[in-house]
């Protein structure tokens, strides 16, 4: 707000674009959530991306180069602020690491009957730098095509290749973490109601391979094999079921409250195969997380 020193207001220094989109938000924000799926949309028209590191969760950056249409490379450094599934996300964005010239960020996704409007918020340090990135950089038309590209990522992505669901978990994230990253805590509740397991290797680490059966209440065994694609501390596990079924599993995990929100995002490889995987798959995920949530109340 202006005060008597004439300061100028937050409207003067921002740009503001709003988009709705004919997807489910949490579809919408999934497509923020990974450096594959922004590459393919973020930026304006004709505009390609190619990243160098990724990290998301609070604290994490990705760090990126824009290809404008002419060939100039524009280099970016983004560090999120805030991650907020699937309402919000905060950041600020440069072209460095302390970059002096950086805004702010914010994107936030609210439900509009069955579609999700998305409002994109850049806030500048002065309204002088606002304008001049607006007439030099074209912002305002580029944050309009930015939205316009997702809006046709978004559909793309429609029908679904995934399972979803998510929990808020009476733990920290770092116990949360511990309980995966602990191969005779993790052998304790994976897997659905009455199941246990037997790992012959597990290493947990990116590019780790994590071997064991499963043995149902019956008395059958089925031997899996993963890999760990992706281990972010306290935050994010990727890891992909590399024999049959094939699928992604995407764990993240948000602080919110001094409890955590666990997203669980399990995707197959065509959206047919997980519809017919969906029956199976949901009770089985529920009961998974039942069983995790039990462990952590158990040894708090």
Not at 35 to 42: S, V
Not at 56 to 69: A, I, K, T
Not at 268 to 282: K, T
Request: a negative charge; charged letters at 30%; proline letters at 7%.
């Amino acid at each position: 707000m202006r005060t008597d020193g004439g300061a100028e207001q937050e409207e003067d220094r921002e740009i503001v674009t709003t988009r709705v989109i004919d997807a489910p938000r949490e579809l919408v924000f999934r497509a923020w959530t990974e450096a594959r799926r922004l590459e393919r949309w973020f930026g304006p028209r004709g505009f390609t991306t190619t990243t160098r590191a990724f990290e998301f969760r609070p604290g994490g950056v990705w760090d990126f180069d824009m290809h404008g249409p002419d060939g100039t490379v524009y280099p970016n450094h983004v560090e999120w602020r805030e991650i907020a599934p699937p309402e919000r996300i905060a950041y600020r964005q440069g072209g460095r690491a302390g970059d002096p010239d950086a805004f702010e960020g914010t994107v936030t996704f609210a439900e509009r009957a069955g579609g999700t409007e998305i409002t994109l918020r850049t806030l500048f340090a002065t309204r002088a730098r606002r304008d001049h990135v607006a007439e030099r950089f074209h912002a305002v038309e580029g944050a309009r095509e930015t939205l316009e590209r997702l809006d046709a990522h978004v559909g793309e992505l429609r029908p679904d290749a995934a399972v979803r669901t998510g929990r808020v978990l009476a733990a920290s994230p770092r116990e949360v973490f511990a309980a995966f990253e602990q191969p005779e805590r993790l052998a304790r509740w994976w897997g659905p109601a009455g199941f246990t397991n037997t790992f012959e290797r597990f290493e947990f680490r990116p590019g780790g391979r994590w071997v064991f059966t499963m043995h149902a209440p019956n008395g059958a065994g089925y031997p899996n094999e993963s890999v760990f694609r992706e281990i972010v501390p306290d935050a994010r596990i990727v890891i992909e079921h590399v024999v049959k079924p094939w699928y992604r599993l995407v764990v993240t995990l948000t602080p919110r409250d001094g409890r955590t929100h666990l997203a669980w995002e399990q995707e197959f490889e065509s959206p047919e195969f997980a519809e017919r995987m969906r029956p199976l798959s949901e009770p089985a995920n529920e009961q998974n997380l039942d069983r995790l949530e039990a462990l952590l109340a158990d040894e708090g």
